[in-house]
């Protein structure tokens, strides 16, 4: 039987061939850019359109990434969680300690625990607590800080050197009819004293390193 060839094709009508090959790759890779380049005009138009209508505290703080603006800021816009969340635990994870934020007995209210006598009081208008010190005497100290108000409330103490320590004796915050009102020790099994790691002066009771992050905005680490 005879076997039916494809007449070989002239060295013209190859380079003809190529050239229209390449004619037609380089106009898809052109049409293929300039579609990529009318997508970006599109976007750049829509992200444009968004940022003129966005509210003014937003551009200044979209412009300054990082920077607090604090909670007023967010009712405008979320009145009913901006409702929600005031006079909230969150709310009221940390305050300063004054007469409204201090929920526990400062009446020369005094705590044993493991031999140590601690006295809460008050000095003119300042929250105070006479208790072990890192060198295991007793040193008067005053509170800086709440921290939380419900079921218990604990204290932080400002130290010298800039550091803020978490005290061990907090104040049970529950109704007194449920064994509330009282103050108690965070550690009852244990007697933890001015030589151990958990002692409350030590790294370990650091407000810094253990409470920050979760219990506080804004936060400026200076310790």
Not at 22 to 35: A, L, P, Y
Not at 173 to 188: D, I, N, T, V
Request: proline content about 5%; overall charge positive; aromatic content about 14%.
């Amino acid at each position: 039987m005879g076997i039916n060839r494809v007449p070989n094709m002239s060295k013209k009508t190859k380079v003809h061939r190529l050239i229209t090959q390449e004619k037609s790759h380089f106009f898809s890779r052109r049409m293929m850019f300039i579609g990529l380049a009318i997508m970006v005009v599109i976007v750049a138009g829509i992200l444009f359109s968004l940022a003129s209508k966005m509210p003014p505290y937003f551009k200044e703080a979209s412009l300054k990434p990082g920077n607090y603006v604090g909670a007023q800021a967010c009712k405008s816009c979320h009145e009913p969680e901006f409702k929600a969340w005031s006079g909230s635990h969150h709310q009221l994870a940390m305050q300063a300690a004054n007469s409204s934020s201090v929920l526990g007995d400062f009446a020369n209210a005094q705590f044993k625990f493991k031999g140590i006598e601690s006295t809460f009081f008050k000095r003119n208008d300042q929250f105070m607590v006479r208790t072990d010190g890192p060198d295991g005497k007793l040193t008067d100290y005053e509170i800086s800080y709440t921290f939380g108000v419900y079921p218990l409330q604990q204290y932080l103490i400002a130290f010298p050197d800039g550091r803020y320590q978490a005290l061990p004796i907090a104040w049970d915050a529950r109704p007194k009819s449920e064994g509330g009102q009282r103050w108690f020790h965070l550690y009852p099994n244990q007697k933890i004293d001015h030589t151990d790691p958990l002692h409350w002066t030590g790294i370990y009771q650091n407000w810094a390193l253990q409470c920050a992050e979760c219990h506080t905005t804004k936060l400026h680490k200076g310790y």
